[in-house]
T-cell receptor, first 116, second 111 residues
Framework: NAGVMQNPRHLVRRRGQEARLRCSPM?????VYWYRQLPEEGLKFMVY????????ESGMPKERFSAEFPKEGPSILRIQQVVRGDSAAYFC??????????????FGAGSRLTVL | DAKTTQPTSMDCAEGRAANLPCNHS???????VYWYRQIHSQGPQYIIHGLKNNETNEMASLIITEDRKSSTLILPHATLRDTAVYYCIVTGGTSYGKLTFGQGTILTVHP
């Protein structure tokens, strides 16, 4: 029973390139969340998705960042034209179909993006 | 979501109980207390949660005061692998995974 799978674990990009981070939720989980942890800072919520729907993207930067969770395949967090400030660990989490109080998330190991 | 206050760091001897406090004096009636931890360079890990009754699972116990303004996470027999940052999070029933992680408590377990 695999947990939340994220890849790549480490990604190096030069300024101006695109970064694509992938997340496969736990089996049976239909809700996906992305969090970002900047160096020496806490975890910050970015976006909450269900299949083919963005439910809450209040934590996403307004430009260059996008997320999707298609009907088939993993969730993708896409960062266009990366800048050095995007260097961070990006964590994906998943949860089963929601119910009130359902904040029991299973996190992946994270994808560490370094922008040169 | 209610704000939480935790000590910046704590130490514990291996094999002893680790008691991690959390203040959440502005908690409202429908808000739950959640605990997560993050071991260095890993993803956060869910530990336990509760509303008003004390809770216990295979990892820890959660003691919530009667007025619900504070709580304590208890690791009954701490091991070196419990060294981590522990986050106390208070959130309502409709927040659906949108968690606010503060600075947490750095717990160091010593041999």
């Amino acid at each position: 029973n695999a947990g939340v799978m994220q890849n790549p674990r480490h990604l190096v990009r030069r300024r101006g390139q695109e970064a694509r981070l992938r997340c496969s939720p736990m089996k049976g989980h239909s809700h996906v969340y992305w969090y970002r942890q900047l160096p020496e800072e806490g975890l910050k919520f970015m976006v909450y998705l269900q299949k083919e729907n963005i439910i809450d993207e209040s934590g996403m930067p307004k430009e260059r960042f996008s997320a999707e969770f298609p009907k088939e395949g993993p969730s993708i967090l896409r960062i266009q034209q990366v800048v050095r400030g995007d260097s961070a660990a990006y964590f994906c989490a998943s949860s089963p179909p929601s119910r009130p109080g359902a904040n029991v998330l299973t996190f992946g190991a994270g994808s560490r993006l370094t922008v040169l | 979501d209610a704000k939480t206050t935790q000590p910046t760091s704590m130490d514990c001897a291996e094999g002893r109980a680790a008691n991690l406090p959390c203040n959440h004096s502005t908690i409202s009636g429908n808000e739950y207390v959640y605990w997560y931890r993050q071991i260095h360079s890993q993803g956060p890990q869910y530990i336990i949660h509760g509303l008003k009754n004390n809770e216990t699972n295979e990892m820890a116990s959660l003691i919530i005061t009667e007025d619900r303004k504070s709580s304590t996470l208890i690791l009954p027999h701490a091991t070196l692998r419990d060294t981590a940052v522990y986050y106390c999070i208070v959130t309502g029933g409709t927040s659906y995974g949108k968690l606010t992680f503060g600075q947490g408590t750095i717990l160091t377990v010593h041999p």
